[in-house]
């Protein structure tokens, strides 16, 4: 199965090749798409169900070891472009 990390939004654990990784760039979350990116990252089902659940128990901030001032509009922003081009 490979690698498996917990998905910050339904906390169940996935194969890292079914998950999003998301690392900070700065103060903003960002999608890591390449997955080459140094760094913590938070691992997500690319799914709007569990990005919203995760935004909403602010689990961005703790899987990424940030407390305050984190910026997700890049991830909401992500989501809603994925929405748009399925729906
Ligand atoms: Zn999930």
Redesign the pocket.
């Known amino acids: 199965m490979g690698v498996v990390r917990m998905?910050?939004?339904?906390?169940?654990r996935?194969a890292t090749s079914s998950?999003l990784r998301c690392v900070v760039e700065g103060v903003r979350v960002v999608p890591d798409v390449s997955r080459t990116i140094p760094g913590r990252g938070a691992w997500?089902?690319p799914?709007q169900?569990?990005v919203t659940?995760?935004l909403k128990r602010e689990a961005f901030p703790r899987a990424l070891k940030r407390s305050r001032g984190l910026d997700v509009s890049t991830i909401e922003a992500f989501f809603t472009k994925e929405n748009r081009l399925n729906g």
Do not use: D, F
């Not at 998905?7 to 169940?12: A, D, F, K």
């Open positions: 998905c910050v939004g339904c906390r169940q996935e998950l997500v089902h799914q169900r569990c659940a995760a």
